[in-house]
């Protein structure tokens, strides 16, 4: 099992830029942001395969969020820029041993989580 610590949340005004980070406490495979409004269900955001060569995004995200990661580091990370209020949640990184790609917007698919990180855009 691979421990995950997400942070780099925080409150921001509409049209801000965070980023988010996420060290894993050994190697990963897959990986993928997820987020959870209140009163939502957990929601998939962006995806990376283990090389970085193949990378998704939520319709939503797309042009404005950018996953990347760092594998001598066991970093990921998530550059969101130009938010907007509805991008409030609480932010998940996941880590997953499937090497399916299409796998990886489905939380189901993901074996270990952080403990997540909030996430708060005012307008």
């Known amino acids: 099992q691979v421990q995950l610590v997400e942070s780099g949340g925080g409150l921001v005004q509409a049209g801000a830029s965070l980023r988010l980070s996420c060290v894993a406490s050994?190697?990963?495979?897959?990986m993928g942001w997820f987020r959870q409004a209140p009163g939502k269900e957990r929601e998939f955001v962006a995806a990376?395969?283990?090389?970085?060569?193949?990378?998704q995004y939520a319709d939503s995200v797309k042009g404005r969020f950018t996953i990347s990661r760092d594998n001598a580091k066991n970093t990921l990370d998530l550059q969101m820029n130009r938010l907007k209020p509805e991008d409030t949640a609480v932010y998940y990184c996941?880590?997953?041993?499937?090497?399916?790609?299409?796998?990886?917007?489905?939380?189901?698919?993901?074996?270990?989580w952080g403990q997540g990180t909030q996430v708060t855009v005012s307008s």
């Open positions: 996941a880590a997953t041993k499937s090497a399916f790609f299409p796998d990886y917007t489905h939380s189901e698919k993901y074996e270990d």
């Open positions: 050994g190697d990963t495979y897959g």
């Open positions: 990376i395969s283990w090389s970085g060569g193949n990378k």
